[in-house]
């Protein structure tokens, strides 16, 4: 098993990521990727460790895999999984949305279905199944951009004045295909392995040449990575910024100029059906998304207990509205953990053999997500009203002997050293008010793509409706003017 050290290593491959109109020279000495890249190395060597129970033995490689890339066979392969993305997640409590094993879930479904990439025109099947086996054999940390730049929301590709502004093919060869244009949100690229590059939006007949799919490693010649303003370089220390400084994903724009994409790293070659087929008929969106909910989950519960320490430490906690807030928060988070459960209990084997969380829960807890999350923030943001405000400008304030005896006596509360209470209080700001909390809201909002979106195409196609309206129609039709007492 790829252990983090291995992974820091490999980081220093020549990639071009631009940060302030500059190409970074390496991202493991830059601050604004550093520290991220070392809590990454940290699950790879979670997961590294037999006694984690992350690892289990794949015949798709005869060999040692990481569980988080399986496609699951098997209930218990289910639970098996969602325990596994579990103990990476409680290691960064939520705060990394996309960490390896989010990518890595769409092609472990992409894998146990590899007749959707093959068609008349060309048969991908083989490269999906190689990569597949390369990700549990090499552990990689894939990032992915498969959404069109913000150009208009209008119209797809093939209306935008300017050619290849999404990424398309320019051209083809022996080798493989050249690429142009962009596509965004890239994150985790900038210290990932490969991207994986695609588009999720339904696209027309006239954007053929922006169906595609594909992966390639970050430090190809040609793919630029466009970094969005990072906040982790701001974070004086991990006292003052504790999530910030640890968990700030960097977020990128890819353009290609004119890449190459070798003909094995191709998966769909400009073919609009097969693009989406690609995420439904393998059961990729449900899987993908359900790792996304068990790491959700785990965010939200953390959150939660925040909120409650801070009413233990304020001493509010037995104030009624407050215990309402609480009874409020609890149920809220709640009812997401509940639908990662009830999805694995309704997960069906699908005609390749895979489990597949139920869609019905899985759907109900994203469509509400753009809700979900503000509500909680907003929450504790009730709780520790003005207590975030008042705090200490740093670290510096806790430590220099001017300032630390006024920060002993005014910033404490009963039984809480001031230090335990501006810790807690810090951290809690870094939830709901730093650029990093600012950044988390919008990512959980839009996430899965606007709500719109997910409530239309996901929510209410997938809930069943067909179903109760099949038993109502059954339940009016036992009484009508020429039946009134339905007996």
């Known amino acids: ?42 699950l790879f060597d979670i997961a590294a460790d037999p006694e984690s129970g992350m690892q ?10 990481n569980r988080v890339f399986a496609a699951p066979r098997t209930q218990q392969e289910l639970v098996l999984r969602r325990k596994a993305i579990e103990k990476w997640a409680k290691h960064t409590h939520g705060w990394v949305g996309r960490s390896p094993d989010h990518v890595g ?106 169906a595609i799919s594909f992966a390639l490693p970050v430090a190809t010649d040609g793919l630029k990575l466009y970094s969005r303003r990072p906040f982790a370089p701001a974070a004086t220390s991990a006292f003052d910024y504790p999530l910030t400084s640890r968990y700030d994903e960097p977020d990128a724009l890819v353009v290609f100029d004119d890449v190459l994409v070798p003909w094995e790293r191709v998966f769909i070659d400009r073919d609009v059906q097969t693009l989406r087929r690609q995420f439904f008929d393998t059961g990729a969106h449900a899987l993908g998304n359900w790792q996304a909910q068990i790491r959700f989950a785990t965010k939200l ?38 639908a990662v459960l009830a999805a694995e209990y309704t997960a069906t084997q699908d005609e390749a053999g895979m489990m597949v969380p139920g ?90 793509g606007a709500p719109f979106v997910v409530r239309g195409a996901y929510t209410y196609r997938n809930y069943g409706y067909d179903a109760l309206v099949a038993e109502l129609d059954q339940y009016l039709s036992a009484y009508s003017t020429d039946n009134p007492t339905g007996v």
């Open 301 to 338: 519960k953390f959150i939660a207990s925040v909120a409650r320490k801070v009413t233990q430490v304020n001493g509010t906690d037995k104030i009624p509205g407050v215990q309402e807030k609480l009874g409020e928060l609890a149920a809220v988070v709640q009812s997401v953990e509940s």
């Open 56 to 65: 289990f033995h794949s015949d798709d490689i005869n060999g040692t895999a």
């Open 105 to 210: 879930t769409f092609f472990a479904a992409f894998g146990a279905h590899p007749q959707v990439f093959a068609n008349d025109k060309h048969d991908f099947s083989g490269n999906v199944e190689r990569y597949y086996k390369r990700i549990l054999s090499e552990n990689l940390y894939l990032s992915y951009a498969i959404i069109p730049p913000q150009v208009s929301r209008a119209t797809t590709a093939s209306g935008w004045e300017g050619e290849y502004l999404q990424v398309g093919v320019v051209r083809e060869t022996e080798e493989g295909l050249i690429v142009r244009g962009s596509q965004m949100l890239a994150t985790g690229a900038a210290i990932a392995d490969e991207v994986f590059v695609t588009c999720i939006k339904p696209l027309g007949p006239d954007d053929v040449d922006f």
């Open 1 to 42: 098993m790829r252990t983090g050290d291995q992974y820091l290593k490999s980081l220093n491959d020549g990639r071009t990521v631009i940060l302030d109109g500059e190409v970074v020279d390496n991202v493991l000495e830059h601050p604004a990727f550093a520290r991220v890249a070392h809590t990454m190395a940290e």
């Open 359 to 448: 869609k019905s829960a899985l759907y109900g807890a994203m469509g509400l997500q753009s809700e979900t999350y503000p509500r909680v923030i907003t929450i504790l943001r009730d709780l520790v009203g003005g207590g975030v405000l008042q705090l200490p400008s740093s670290i510096l304030d806790m430590t220099s002997d001017l300032t630390r005896p006024d920060m002993e006596r005014y910033v404490q509360s009963p039984g809480v050293p001031s230090e335990e209470r501006v810790k807690l209080f810090k951290l809690a700001w870094d939830i709901v008010g730093s650029e990093f909390a600012g950044r988390h809201q919008q990512y959980e909002m839009f996430y899965a």
